[in-house]
């Protein structure tokens, strides 16, 4: 999915996000021009800064939403996060700079999970060799006692090959434990025991800004401890082989790889930026909040974040802002971040049309999401076209009436629609239900109408 063409992106998003054409364009060529700094020679590639984007438009219109889908359409590295979670430096809480610290905490893991997978049935066939191994005395040492009378069955297979050279057992021995014959048998496994209940009391926030892991330093200080246990041989079999998938994966070159990945085509996703938006002033809380857009500055600008990994350089990491801007504007961001983000694209608000569609034709529309509920109970549900309509109309009228929170509020008047057969599913007898214009108009018109009721219930 990474060296999408943007006509292809836009295609991908469209599966989720109705209208919104806008943002999806430009959003696709950021991405598609990540892909097309890395075709550039190496010299004028330096010189290829990203252009950022805020997105812009009100509450409930798909800007998170894009964001989630577009993170499963890239290969490079994607970091999604609130704005409002950052504290300034000094302050208690995340400082603006953990956003390129998990973004490489990310992609290690990524990479390392990639790494340990090309290289599993290698590390499976090590795990194999060590299990025969685990096995292998047993069955010498019960070789010996032959004429035990309680010896497990499945061992008898073996003991009959008599006095044969032991590397023939061993290959009898492979061959039962592939067949899945050795299944129930349990072996004596060394598994690291980690959990040490001291580590719990340490919460990491606050000690971000040392870009320290309080657990790995910790974890690395008390000495591995193992323990024996006796586990089934399946069980066995994994334990091994994931640790040595771990042996086998080279941390070193991951990491690298992974700082140059962050690095070249990095994406951060910088929701709600409006919330760190001060209002025009500097008393309370909003000294803290300019104090975040200034630390944002350098990050978007470039510059090198210290990571337990190692220096990462954020100059060409793209940012993709996303704000509602109800009651602030873009121009009350401090005037240097506003021309650290100098593409700007305003997302539509949603009428009851865009409202039929978000409710019919995503992937994981919500109409589908309920049906899929309530076939688990073995009631089969269907919609009316003209319900459906129904549904979307008093959803933009009680978005006109009372406040606008866009395909959100489609959510509130399916729950309270549904609500009822929600509750009677398991019991109905009638396992076939239609809902018509009668039911809609029935359950919601109301509530609908009264505009005190509907600012409580919808
Ligand atoms: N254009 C759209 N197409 C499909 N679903 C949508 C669309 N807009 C919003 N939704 C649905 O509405 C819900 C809220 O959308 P989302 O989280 O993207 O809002 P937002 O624009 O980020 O709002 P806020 O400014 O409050 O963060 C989601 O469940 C999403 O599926
Ligand atoms: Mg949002």
Redesign the pocket.
């Known amino acids: 999915m990474s060296n999408l063409k943007p006509k292809e992106i836009v295609k991908e998003l469209d599966k989720?996000?109705?209208?919104?054409g806008k943002a999806k364009r430009s959003v696709a060529i950021a991405l598609r021009n990540r892909w097309r700094r890395q075709q550039v020679p190496e010299d004028l590639r330096d010189e290829i800064a990203p252009k950022n984007i805020i997105l812009i438009?009100p509450?409930?219109?798909?800007?998170?939403?894009?964001a989630r889908r577009l993170s499963n359409l890239t290969d490079s590295p994607f970091n999604k996060i609130e704005a409002s979670k950052f504290t300034e430096v000094g302050y208690v809480g995340r400082d603006v700079e953990s956003m390129v610290r998990d973004l490489l905490e990310l992609t290690v893991n990524t990479l390392k999970a990639r790494e340990q997978e090309a290289v599993k049935e290698k590390a499976w066939q090590i795990a194999e060799e060590r299990m025969l191994d685990l096995l292998l005395p047993k069955s010498e040492k019960h070789q010996a006692q032959k004429s035990d009378a309680t010896a497990e069955t499945h061992l008898e297979l073996l003991s009959s090959s008599g006095g044969d050279e032991s590397s023939s057992t061993r290959e009898k021995l492979r061959s039962m434990l592939r067949n899945g014959k050795l299944d129930n048998r349990y072996v004596d496994l060394e598994v690291s025991d980690r959990a040490m209940p001291v580590v719990e009391i340490f919460s990491n926030v606050g000690m971000e800004e040392m870009g320290i892991n309080f657990k790995d330093m910790l974890g690395g200080l008390i000495p591995k401890s193992t323990k024996r246990r006796k586990v089934k041989v399946p069980e066995a079999m994994e334990t091994m082989a994931a640790e040595e998938a771990q042996n086998l994966v080279d941390l070193d070159k991951v990491v690298k790889q992974a700082i140059e990945k962050v690095e070249q085509s990095g994406i951060i996703f910088l929701?709600?930026i409006d919330k760190i938006v001060g209002k025009n002033g500097t008393q309370g809380p909003d000294v803290s909040r300019e104090g975040v857009q200034r630390d944002l500055l350098p990050i978007v600008e470039g510059s090198t974040v210290t990571t337990k990994y190692g220096p990462v350089k954020s100059d060409n990491i793209l940012f993709i802002a996303?704000g509602?801007f109800h009651t602030v504007k873009p121009s009350d961001l401090i005037p240097e971040l506003q021309g650290r983000f100098p593409i700007r694209v305003e997302l539509d608000s949603?009428g009851w049309k865009?409202f039929v569609r978000?409710l019919t034709e995503?992937k994981n529309a919500l109409l589908l999401q309920y049906l899929a509920l309530l076939k688990t109970e073995g009631v089969e549900m269907v919609f009316e076209n003209d319900a459906v309509e129904d549904i979307a109309k008093i959803a933009e009228e009680v978005n006109n009436m009372t406040e606008n929170i866009?395909?959100?509020r489609l959510h509130t008047i399916m729950e309270c629609l549904l609500e009822d057969i929600l509750f009677d599913a398991p019991d109905l007898h009638e396992k076939r239900l239609v809902i018509d214009r009668l039911y809609v108009e029935n359950k919601l018109k109301d509530i609908k109408d009264d505009e005190d009721l509907s600012r409580y219930i919808l």
């Open positions: 989720y996000i109705i209208g919104q438009g509450t409930g219109v798909g800007k998170t939403e894009i929701d709600e996303a509602a949603l865009e978000i995503p866009g395909a959100r």
